[in-house]
């Protein structure tokens, strides 16, 4: 028998009838390429997602109404309106297929807030995944990631994860030809978050001021990184239009960049918007010594080992 062309598509449309737990990763950005200013507002983008092992994870249940409550990181400071990505996806996933949004869906979060780690982007690509399973819908992940661009620009990636090249304002996404290889961080994360759109005008004014202009180039070097496995390699193409908008908006975070140098980081380079710092190790004994080093010096809240590229959100 000949394998369907889209198994996801094949798949029998049945409602959950338990609680659909999914698990979403965070992302973060191995090449940041940030062009001009679309006539939209948003800027056009070249950028290398690659997921990695820190978990939101959104539960659903049968529900008369569409509820949120939440734990971890954020709560009690995060509204569970329906403002939070997550109340937003599973209303547009609703809309689009013609059902009630009905559930109750409760987030555990570890990904920190407004870290640069796209941690609300990942939480809807959760909420859609979860509440697909749970109403029946059985839609395949490229409808779903179709649906996820209106709910956010890195919604799309975090439906499907990987590594992956995004173009646009990021919701427009292609696999990287990578080899099967396990890359090894470190996230150093800080007291507090920085907003994406005051980095995105810190950007724009430091252009101004230096009548720079914003030219895209395709990130070559890192594509060829990435079809090898030499972590030293890989360090020598990262790369980050955001990096100096952000120190210059935290300039304490160049105390945790040179910190995570200084402990024998491979590279070292501020994730997405910041203010979580983001170092490349040897192996994973490497990362987990430079995660405890880090840990324990007072530039950063805490510091985890983490592992990429991992899967997007999926049902546990
Ligand atoms: P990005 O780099 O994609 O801008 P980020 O990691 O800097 O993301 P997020 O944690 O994704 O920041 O959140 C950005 C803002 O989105 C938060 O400041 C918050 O106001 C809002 N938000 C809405 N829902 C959520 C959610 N479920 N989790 C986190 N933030 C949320």
């Known amino acids: 028998m000949t394998e369907p062309l889209n198994a996801e598509r094949e798949r029998p449309r049945l409602a959950a009838s338990g609680p659909v737990r999914v698990r979403v990763p965070a992302k973060i950005n191995l090449h940041l390429g940030v062009g ?51 109340i937003r ?52 992940r490229d409808d779903l990631a179709e649906i996820a661009a209106e709910v956010g620009s890195d919604v799309p990636f975090l439906v499907l994860g990987g590594t992956a090249l995004g173009t646009g304002r990021g919701e427009t996404i292609s696999p990287v030809l990578a080899r099967p290889t396990a890359w090894h961080w470190v996230l150093a994360f800080a007291t507090g978050g920085l907003s994406t759109p005051e980095v995105y005008r810190e950007l724009d004014r430091q252009r101004d001021a230096l009548l720079a202009p914003a030219p895209l180039g395709a990130p070559d070097d890192l594509m060829a990184a990435l079809r090898q496995r030499d972590p030293g390699v890989l360090a ?74 991992v899967p997007g959100a999926r049902v546990l």
């Open 36 to 86: 001009p200013i679309r006539r939209d507002g948003y800027h056009e983008l070249t950028t290398v997602y690659h997921a990695v092992s820190l978990y939101d994870e959104v539960s659903a249940r049968r529900g008369d109404q569409l509820t949120l409550t939440m734990e971890g990181e954020g709560a009690g400071e995060l509204p569970l309106d329906e403002s939070n990505l997550v």
């Open 89 to 140: 996806a599973a209303t547009v996933l609703a809309k689009t297929a013609g059902v009630a949004a009905q559930a109750r869906l409760h987030l555990r979060k570890q990904i920190p807030i407004a870290g640069g780690l796209a941690g609300g982007s990942a939480d809807a690509a959760a909420a859609l995944v979860a509440c697909d399973a749970l109403w029946g819908l059985g839609r395949s």
């Open 236 to 309: 020598a193409a990262l790369g980050n239009d955001m990096q100096a908008a952000a120190l210059a908006l935290r300039p304490e975070l160049g105390d945790v960049l040179d910190a995570g140098t200084d402990a024998g980081a491979l590279a070292g380079m501020i994730s997405g918007s910041g203010p979580t710092c983001l170092f490349l190790a040897r192996d994973a004994a490497h990362a987990s010594l430079l995660a405890s080093t880090l840990a324990a010096t007072p530039v950063c809240r805490s510091a985890v080992a983490v592992t990429g590229p």
